[in-house]
């Protein structure tokens, strides 16, 4: 079965921490990965998206790595900020899933002051 | 402005009285499909559609109908809506169904049936 996973489910850092999430996938068959950001009952916002020819991505102060032999994806944030607190998504659509995303549970990150 | 527009954003309604929330896209993809989000269990597709025209059922298709009329449009339907698909609903859309393409969602609509 083909699932993604996010571990911690929860994290909880002081401003200006460098943090790293970490994402990872059952197959490497994947056309792409992509992380989202969400708030409490929005939507989901793209921060990035990986192809899967790809190693990283870069968008101001987040960095995102694939690892397809691994089976993993990171994003990094640098100096965190209160308002990075969310929850960040990673997603994947597997070959042969007909387009699906398959999302991970998501991270719940909190920034303190 | 490339979005994906949902509504309503909040809806309550009562068992069995049918409703749709709508969808639309003006980016010209021809990928769109929805999901619910539930606490627990995360995101999940409930329909999906390659093109105009071309609809299919994701993992929890039952009691859901969708369409697919206009390229831009894709309501999502709910003849008899019942308590159990009280959930925050997303739309999305991606240029193609497969291969390197970008996915944006809709800012959701949170459905409450009583």
């Known amino acids: 079965k083909q699932e993604v996973t996010q571990i911690p489910a929860a994290l909880s850092v002081p401003e200006g921490e460098n943090l790293v999430l970490n994402c990872s996938f059952t197959?490497?068959?994947?056309?792409?990965l992509q992380w989202f950001r969400q708030d409490p009952g929005k939507g989901l916002t793209s921060l990035l998206l990986?192809?899967?020819?790809?190693r990283e991505q870069t968008s101001g102060r987040l960095n995102a790595s694939l690892d397809k032999s691994s089976g993993r994806s990171t994003l990094y944030i640098a100096a965190s900020q209160p308002g990075d607190s969310a929850t960040y998504l990673c997603a994947a659509p597997f070959y042969n899933q007909g387009g699906k995303l398959i999302f991970g549970q998501g991270t719940e990150l909190s920034v303190k002051p | 402005e490339a979005q994906v527009t949902q509504n309503p954003r909040y809806l309550i309604t009562v068992t069995g009285k049918k409703l749709t929330v709508t969808c639309s896209q003006n980016?010209?993809?021809?990928?769109m499909s929805w999901y619910r989000q539930d606490p627990g269990l995360g995101l999940r597709q409930i329909y999906y559609s390659m093109n105009v025209e071309v609809t299919d059922k994701g993992d929890v298709p039952e009691g859901y109908k969708v369409s697919r009329k206009e390229k831009r449009n894709f309501p999502l339907i709910l003849e008899s809506p019942s308590p159990n698909q009280t959930s925050l609903y997303f739309c999305a859309s991606s240029l193609f169904g497969v291969g390197n393409t970008e996915a944006f969602f809709g800012q959701g609509t949170r459905l409450t049936v009583v």
């Open positions: 197959d490497s068959a994947i056309y792409n």
């Open positions: 980016m010209n993809h021809e990928y």
């Open positions: 990986i192809q899967s020819s790809q």
